[in-house]
């Protein structure tokens, strides 16, 4: 199996240009949509030293420790599948990666995305099915990887610090021309180390240690060599001892960078007195540098498997090597299926599993019956929707509407439905619906723009112009000088709402709190109201509501507002669908409130936004203007 290892590494080039021609704006949102939180990414062999490329980039950039964990050690944990849950992995169909997929959408992942460098995978389909997720993929000329990672490998790299530093807002922190620099110095550097015959111990810093794990994968995934890697300072806790007995058969080979130059030669010095060294000095930034220990990892197996005549990309593998990747698997505890009304209740209330006693499981259980038998009686003529979240992933909130929510949106207005839509967005909301239904279903529809301020019909193209309400330009003064750190963050103003995202750090919860704090008299006033969305904060003036959609769909409808059906997915107050998803008749496609008659989410814990909508439309017959519960 696999391909000549040396043209791989001469394929690096080529790699690096379409590497910078890639589109990067759904990995960015990624990034953006979790700045407020730490990762934790999921990967194995090649796969990981990205998946550490990625954890320390984020880090630097908002200060959050994220972890790096292999799919077995992701399913042993239970609190691992709560986080924001990042799935790298070259081709998408390993059965470890996909059992981690499964084990994060079982126990509801805050969100998923997975960086692929293939398209239509089992591992992209298997994260369709569950709504809260995305899938960034990417495809370059060299095709698939030998036996060692390689061009997918750098390709990762390099579209994973484009993205950090594109997403700060401070460009590229590398060229190309740059990156291609990078690998050479590291072919040259390689090349300065007469011996590779020995025993090695790959020592780096900070920065460098990235290169050095990628080396300890390579030597010993292709049997190249014995390798064991630290950094400068582990290395004098009780590892040194290594020098002092297999000296002789050891090299020490050392990659560091300014910060740590000084270091790093007094650390040397003293290992050179039992065992060979080399210090390789790596010149330039932090990216730089990174990159270039990666590259020096790559470089540095070719040379290793030269001395003992084995080409790393095609090592051979022998029958019981294949029977282990191929091994299909379960992880006890992770399997269990769990009844249905256990999960809608997890859901509800946004537990983790094994945090229910038998009491608390049977109270809601009888709410929860409570609720169906509420639905069962009710004829509904209307239907009500929020848009990001609900209609729309909010992960995707730039893209077009996906066929599934189409084809339910389009068996409701066939059945003669009224259809409302109360979104915090302007026209974007209107143009997407429009592009998405036929012109002859828009008869029924009706489209609350900035959270209910505006409400007209959908074929009305033009939204009606207005003043800014003076409530909104006084908290956006305010906003911009005491909230929004500079280059760190947007405002986005419109005539009765602001929309507030931020790229510092914070989370939403923390970033909702700082707005309240710089605008509480404006509130308390009743002037302002301020909720939060998927991945913003909303600040909308006293007239704006989502119930004004409500109350106006209901009359179309010729229907009282307490019998339409509203749904959200943000029903958890101070969500932006609180008072939405706060009527009688309401279902939520991910955040519940915990008022046990209404705002249920019946898909439960393995679905959420869009999938978790179209699953819980399906459990409604439509015909003849009437919506009817049919149970579930």
């Avoid at 980039?57 to 972890?67: D, P």
């Avoid at 923390?510 to 605008?519: K, P």
Wanted: glycine share 8%; net charge negative.
């Amino acid at each position: 199996m696999g391909k000549p290892y040396r043209e791989e590494l001469e394929g690096l080039a080529q790699t690096t240009l379409e590497a910078y021609a890639l589109p990067i704006e759904r990995l960015k949102r990624a990034i953006e949509d979790d700045a407020g939180q730490g990762l934790v990414v999921v990967a194995s062999g090649g796969s990981q030293t990205a998946a550490y490329y990625l954890a320390q980039l984020h880090e630097q950039a908002f200060g959050h420790v994220s972890r790096v964990v292999s799919p077995l050690v992701f399913q042993s944990q239970p609190t691992f599948r709560h986080q924001a849950v990042w799935l790298l992995s070259a081709g998408g169909s390993n059965e470890d990666i996909l059992n981690a997929a499964r084990h994060a959408i079982a126990g509801g992942a805050q969100s998923i995305t997975a960086l692929v460098g293939a398209e239509d995978t089992p591992l992209q389909l298997l994260l369709a099915t569950y709504g809260a997720s995305r899938t960034v993929t990417f495809v370059v000329s060299a095709g698939r990887d030998g036996f060692l990672a390689t061009n997918s490998l750098w390709a990762s790299c390099l579209l994973v610090e484009r993205a950090y530093g594109e997403t700060l807002g401070d460009g590229p922190t590398l060229t190309a021309s740059e990156v291609t620099d990078a690998v050479a110095w590291a072919k040259v550097a390689v090349d300065s180390i007469p011996d590779w015959t020995n025993q090695f111990v790959g020592i780096g810093d900070p920065v460098t240690m990235v290169g050095m794990s990628d080396l300890e994968m390579r030597a010993t995934e292709a049997a190249l060599a014995s390798v064991w890697v630290a950094d400068l300072r582990n290395l004098a806790h009780g590892r040194h001892f290594w020098f002092a007995t297999h000296g002789k058969s050891t090299h020490a080979i050392c990659l560091s960078t300014a910060p740590y130059r000084a270091l790093a030669t007094q650390t040397m010095k003293l290992i050179q007195e039992a065992s060979p060294v080399d210090v390789i000095e790596v010149p330039g930034s932090q990216a730089f540098a990174r990159l270039a220990s990666v590259a020096f990892s790559m470089h540095a197996a070719l040379r290793l498997g030269e001395q003992i005549h084995r080409d790393p990309g095609r090592p051979g593998v022998p029958p019981f090597g294949e029977a282990l990747y191929h091994l299909r698997y379960t992880v006890d505890g992770t399997a269990r299926k769990e009844d249905r009304d256990r999960q809608i209740i997890l859901a509800k209330l946004g537990r983790p599993d094994g945090t229910l006693t038998d009491d608390e499981l049977a109270t809601w259980r009888a709410w929860l019956q409570q609720f169906r038998s509420t639905l069962a009686s009710a004829d509904i003529r209307a239907v009500v929707f929020d848009f990001d979240g609900t209609l729309i992933e909010s992960s995707r909130r730039y893209e077009p509407m996906e066929p599934t929510i189409i084809g339910e949106l389009t068996r409701l207005l066939k059945a003669d439905i009224h259809i409302g839509i109360a979104t915090g967005r302007g026209d974007s909301c209107g143009i997407a619906l429009r592009n998405s239904l036929s012109p002859n279903l828009w008869s029924n529809i009706t489209i609350g723009y900035h959270n209910g301020a505006l409400t007209q019909p959908i074929g009305d193209i033009e939204l009606a112009p207005g003043d800014t309400d003076p409530a909104i330009i006084e908290a956006v003064h305010r906003i911009e000088r005491y909230v929004l750190w500079p280059g760190r963050g947007r405002c986005r103003v419109y005539e009765t709402q602001c929309s507030v995202s931020m790229l510092d750090g914070r989370n939403l919860s923390e970033a909702w709190q700082a707005v309240y704090e710089s605008l509480h008299d404006l509130i308390e006033d009743g002037l302002l109201r301020i909720w939060m969305s998927s991945h913003s904060i909303d600040v909308v003036s006293s007239s704006a509501s989502k119930l004004n959609v409500v109350s106006l769909t209901a009359s179309r409808a010729n229907c009282l507002p307490e019998q339409v059906l509203c749904i959200g997915d943000r029903g958890r107050w101070p969500g932006n669908d609180a008072e939405l998803l706060g009527m009688p008749l309401s279902l939520s496609s991910d955040q519940c409130s915990t008022r046990p008659d209404r705002c249920w989410n019946l898909a439960g814990m393995t679905r959420r936004q869009v999938a978790a909508t179209c699953y819980q439309l399906q459990l409604f017959d439509a015909s003849n203007g009437v919506l009817r519960f049919k149970g579930g």
